[in-house]
């Protein structure tokens, strides 16, 4: 059972910064792909990003493209998720989850059903 801790949220300003982190206490969890996800009072779980077990791949949704940046430090075995100029639609509660080596394992990138663990998710609220 790979146990998933997000962290790094908080309050940013609109144009601001934040970086969230995915990590797990098991050294497993270089052997999963990562997908970040986030979910808006009211709305659905969407896909945000995805980075692969050797972090060679990754995806991004339309909406975070150029604005976003996932990387994983194997040393550390920690996924990050580097979020800059924010907008306050990107406000929400932020989640990571795993799948084993790809992100397309067992299905796509984007879907909640393909992967296998989840996080508690971290708030992430952009407000002036």
């Known amino acids: 059972q790979l146990q998933l801790v997000e962290s790094g949220g908080g309050l940013a300003q609109p144009g601001g910064s934040l970086r969230l982190s995915c990590t797990a206490s098991e050294f497993s969890m270089d052997y999963y792909a990562i997908g970040w996800f986030r979910q808006a009072p009211g709305k659905e779980r969407e896909a945000v990003s995805c980075?692969?077990?050797?972090?060679?791949?990754?995806a991004y949704a339309d909406s975070v493209k150029g604005r976003f940046t996932i990387a994983r430090d194997h040393a550390k075995h920690t996924v990050y998720l580097q979020m800059n100029s924010l907008k306050p639609e990107d406000t929400a509660v932020y989640y990571c989850?795993?799948?084993?080596?790809?992100?397309?394992?067992?299905?796509?990138?984007?879907?909640?059903?393909?992967?296998?663990?989840w996080g508690q998710g971290t708030q992430v609220t952009v407000s002036s």
């Open positions: 980075i692969s077990s050797s972090g060679g791949s990754t």
């Open positions: 989850a795993a799948v084993p080596g790809i992100c397309s394992y067992g299905g796509s990138w984007y879907a909640v059903e393909t992967y296998d663990y």
